[in-house]
């Protein structure tokens, strides 16, 4: 597989509490609920129509309802070349999406993936959260559904598999200390050992 790049990742709840990620990683989908807003308006990017802020419930403050658009605007606009990323089963998973949306029965979204959800580095080494830097896991606190991963950067060397350019410095340096500190080794006597 050749190394993933992309300007933009975005990261996705799927499902209130998780509902619906084990059906999307199953079926390869994406899924976005806001059930009340109509897919029409979504789909001709028709934002600013006041039916657009209605759908939200009543009572919710301006920056709140926004914040909601701004959301449903990425699931809607973004492109095949933006990584999605979600947490399922104590793994990061990842994929691409397709452009097309389709409204389901219950009025749910779905855009379906490229090819399938991964759980795994383009080595195949799997992509377990506690080996994940806590920056990168703290996306999963995001209140929302949808919000861009500030960690880009840093996720793109964990699904390629490479070392970030500092840490690949630190080992280098590491394996030079131990190289020099061998000859240093042999040459102490047991009893230097003691003292």
Not at 87 to 98: A, G, I, M, P, Q
Not at 114 to 123: A, E
Not at 143 to 148: L, P, R
């Amino acid at each position: 597989m050749r190394p993933i790049k992309t300007e933009s990742a975005l990261f996705i709840k799927l499902g209130e509490g998780g509902d619906w990620e084990s059906d999307c990683i199953r079926d390869g989908t994406l899924r976005l609920g806001y059930h009340n807003l109509p897919h029409e308006l979504c789909i001709s990017s028709d934002w600013k129509n006041p039916k657009v802020r209605a759908s939200f419930r009543e009572g919710s403050d301006q920056g709140a309802v926004t914040r909601h658009i701004k959301q449903v605007r990425n699931f809607y606009e973004a492109p095949e070349t933006t990584l999605w990323i979600t947490f399922h089963s104590d793994r990061l998973w990842w994929c691409f999406s397709k452009p097309e949306i389709a409204q389901l029965s219950d009025k749910s979204k779905v855009r379906n993936v490229i090819s399938q959800w991964r759980d795994t580095d383009i080595k195949g080494n799997p992509l377990i959260k506690g080996r994940l830097s806590g920056k990168l896991l703290a996306v999963q606190m995001f209140q929302g559904t949808i919000c861009s991963v500030k960690e880009r950067e840093y996720l793109l060397h964990k699904i390629n598999g490479t070392l970030e350019p500092h840490v690949a410095q630190a080992e280098t340096v590491l394996e030079e200390l131990i190289a020099a500190l061998i000859p240093i080794i042999k040459n102490l006597h047991p009893k230097d050992l003691e003292t």
